[in-house]
């Protein structure tokens, strides 16, 4: 029988299917021998780039991301992995590494000194940018026999330093009675103080309770501010 006579006697439904039946037949033969494995697309089945097939797994090339850090640059150091922070426009000494907290309730803590210790206490930071307020808390025990003489310094141009106190006893008043130098402010929880542009200084005076309390042991906050857009390392001082 001819290819012809085959062709006429085959049932209409085959019949007008038939060249597409042999177009996705042809096809299909032309995508299986496209690449050695299947892939007309001539790369890698699993999806990488040839030219990215030479790391230790047979899969990463180049600058290579570790898994570990979450999808970091392994080649980039970086400060939570023990890398060295970023410099800023600054330089070194504006890398605040030891930033004190930016409002009283996060203020770092220096502690208890009695009045009796007449020792100058130097406390040193930086602040970088308008926006970085520092603050340190600390405070004064009164004790018997010891002539209490507050000063708190600063030799740092460009910084606001104000300092705010609280009598110890929250029982007593405090009493608020001026500055020894700088001008009389009230900080952003109701404390009195005094603040002052350095260098300067900003010593507030105070008493605690009426003429029957001798303890005038105090509780202080020290404000740092920039009085310009910088980079400021700064220091100030405290004496009891």
């Not at 991301?65 to 970086?78: F, T, V």
């Not at 203020?107 to 520092?134: F, I, Q, R, Y």
């Amino acid at each position: 029988m001819s290819f012809g006579e085959c062709f006429s006697s085959m049932h209409p439904f085959l019949r007008y299917r038939l060249p597409l039946i042999l177009a996705l037949a042809a096809g299909g033969v032309w995508l299986g021998c496209g690449t050695d494995n299947g892939d007309a697309s001539g790369q890698d089945p699993e999806g990488y780039p040839p030219d990215e097939t030479d790391g230790e797994d047979g899969h990463t090339g180049g600058n290579a991301l570790d898994a570990s850090s979450g999808g970091k640059d392994a080649s980039k150091p970086d400060a939570s992995d023990g890398g060295d922070l970023p410099v800023p426009d600054g330089g070194k000494e504006c890398v605040d590494t030891d930033d004190p907290g930016g409002s009283e309730a996060l203020a770092k803590a220096l502690g208890d000194t009695p009045d009796s210790d007449d020792t100058t206490k130097t406390v040193t930071g930086v602040l970088n940018g308008v926006l970085d307020t520092d603050f340190y808390s600390l405070s004064v025990t009164d004790t018997f026999g010891s002539i209490l003489e507050a000063h708190f310094k600063t030799p740092t141009s460009g910084i606001e330093l104000c300092v705010f106190l609280k009598c110890k006893d929250a029982k007593v008043t405090t009493n608020f009675k001026g500055c020894t130098g700088g001008v009389e402010t009230t900080s952003s929880i109701g404390m009195s103080g005094c603040c002052a542009t350095g260098p300067s200084e900003a010593t507030p005076k105070w008493s605690c309770g009426g003429f029957t309390t001798t303890d005038d042991s105090a509780n202080f906050y020290v404000r740092i501010k920039q009085t310009a857009d910088a980079c400021t390392p700064y220091d100030w001082t405290y004496t009891f």
